[in-house]
């Protein structure tokens, strides 16, 4: 799988550089300063729209500047695809909508749209139709890996899984996390876990890396080091509503 790690431009620009050195970057259309940056040093970067990050800070947001972020870096050489607008909270019509608004602009960059937890099977075997499709946590499924939210991603995965395989290409939004992703066949996620917990010196031991960037690089290889489930096991289910 493609390890993702978001990054929000915490830290000095050496720490950027530390962590997006050949690896695979998220960048978010919320904080793209550092953008830039990462295009000049990753292996490849992926740009997520910023509406989660709006979504939590209940602000408002413009689509058309998204676009034209989107139409700008999406042809970058580096960039793999982009994450199509979407409303968390928002109605199924109203995420289809966007979608199309999103098609009919004639993108030559791969996208991916988003499938919410809260939202339909039927819509999510619709959007299975796609090369590649984003999985969100939302609604009442808002928490990775908690009990409930293992409940209805069995759901999901029995609805586009054919023989423990999934049908096209899925991300997982917020699940890069091992104990998230070894269990589910994703062919790639993110999560800015490295960037944030590069902060914790206390978690390194006595002797920790001296800079940010290097601690979160640490936590980085330590991801990827693990991948993803190579099918969905169904019998694994019971193992997870005990958690």
Known sequence: MIHYHGMAGAGKTSDHVELASGRHVFVSFAKPSVLPLVAATCSTFALDNGA??????????????????????????????????????????????????????GPTVEFAPVWHMHESLERLERLAEHSRICLGSSGQYQTPGSSKWWERMEEAMSAICESGRPKTKLHGLRMLDPRIFSKLPLHSADSTNA??????????????????????????????????????????QETFKLL
Not at 60 to 86: L, M, R
Not at 219 to 236: H, M, N, T, Y
């Open 52 to 105: 989660f990050s709006a979504w939590k800070s209940n602000k408002s947001y413009s689509w058309e500047k998204f676009f034209d972020f989107a139409e700008e870096w999406g042809s970058h050489p580096a960039c793999d695809f982009v994450v199509t607008p979407d409303v968390i909270d928002g109605g199924e019509k109203e995420n289809d909508d966007l979608i199309e608004q999103w098609i009919s602009r």
């Open 195 to 236: 960037e944030r917990n590069g902060l914790l010196e206390q978690r390194f031991g006595m002797y920790p890396a001296p800079s940010r960037g290097q601690r979160a690089a640490i936590i980085a290889a330590r991801v990827e080091s693990q991948q993803s489930a190579g099918s969905w096991q169904e019998s694994l």
